[in-house]
């Protein structure tokens, strides 16, 4: 598979403006503008992304402007779309409640499912945390986490073939996930991802989590695309609540820990991405 877009579907470009935004440099300044950021490893926000190589892409590199006059923009949630990470979570966030001698079952895990971390950590670890305490604790589950999937990286299969024929067919493509940008960025350099992708939105970027639609209407925003113009690909209910209630499509996900009867709301629900096409995603578009 490539690993950079051809000429006649657009260009990689970078930015330390929001991702998704149009830039006026040449190729050859994007290559050289990419070098640099992935040097410093700088985030949207221009600060590192710590628990990350220096040589992972940041959210600041990921611009791609198909020449699309009425765009279509694809979705992806991450956990348990992109990457089969379900047991990784669970066992990591089971060894942190361990160290705080906090009770944590996988109904607790389940409940968590598309809110931000500081938000099921609230709920969780205590109410009372502060700021600081959070980011803390945060910090030390979510680098536990990444040091689980690096070890074997569960891309979800069918994932990374279906990012190449959306591509192939001038789709924009966004990665929305409650979860840190360290983690999503962990995803892009593992897949290689990176030259496909118009924008990339974390949990840190927003304030509420799913079913809240922000984190959908933010990637769609950033990709300069309607929200009736975009799908979504998620595997809970909160996210394909969210979906629905930012007014796009929804392909649902059946993925470790989910059952199609919590994504009965999702205009079509399947058990695996193996063999889907750009048709089978532009077919759930609200205006289809």
Sequence with gaps: MPNTPDDTTGQLATSTARPGRHTSASASDAANDQDDTSKSNAGSSGAPIEGEPEDTPSPATVVYNPPDADPVCVIWDVDGVLVDNYRPHLESWQKTAEKFGVSYTEDDFKS?????????????????????????????????????????????????????????????????TSGPAANLMLAVRLMKLQPFLSAVVSGHEVTKGKPDPEIFLTAAKNCGVKPERCVVIEDSRFGVEAAKAAGMGCLGLQSTGHDADELKQADRVVETLEGLTADDVRALLPTA
Excluded: C, W
Excluded at 117 to 127: I, P, T
Excluded at 134 to 145: P, S
């Design 112 to 176: 968590g499912f598309g809110k931000t971390s500081r938000e099921h950590l609230k709920e969780n670890f205590g109410a009372s945390m502060t700021d600081d305490q959070i980011a803390e604790v945060e910090g030390d589950k979510e680098a536990l986490y990444r040091d689980l999937v690096a070890e074997d990286f569960p891309a979800m299969p069918g994932a990374r073939e279906l990012v190449q024929a959306l591509k192939d067919a001038d789709f924009k493509i966004a990665l929305a």
